[in-house]
């Protein structure tokens, strides 16, 4: 029998094999990265596998119902959140060098997304990446 993790892992391995046929023809371009790791985190089993993931771990939260203002949260939060970022980052680290690209030029392409401010017709005028943190 397979565990959650190993269903999610399936899952997102069947989402690359729909999603990807091989690395795209337009490396220069400077938005094809961006926009197929864009449909492939808006894909409904990526989208599950976190849903999946905040159920297994919602119980660590139902304290927060009885916290008294100004207390801290448990430091169990935290593990949880960071093992949510590992999980988030392999699954897109996966994606992106199946498509045949890396890191490096998924966060190049980024970056020239930012500085120009657009990415598929969607304006970044304005947006502070800092703004979401507040």
Partial sequence: METKSEENEEKTRESIDSISTGAPSGK??????????????????????????????????????????????????????????????SKLEKFIEKIGYSLAEFYKDCQVILENGEVSGWSLEGYNPISVLY
């Fill in 28 to 89: 220069g371009d400077t938005s094809i990265i961006v926009q197929r790791v864009m449909e492939f985190a808006m894909s409904s089993d990526f989208e599950q596998s976190f849903e999946d993931f905040a159920k297994e771990n919602a119980g660590a939260f139902e304290c927060i119902l009885d916290m008294e203002p100004g207390y801290e949260h448990p430091m169990e939060w935290h593990q949880i959140y960071l093992d949510y970022l590992k999980t988030f980052e």
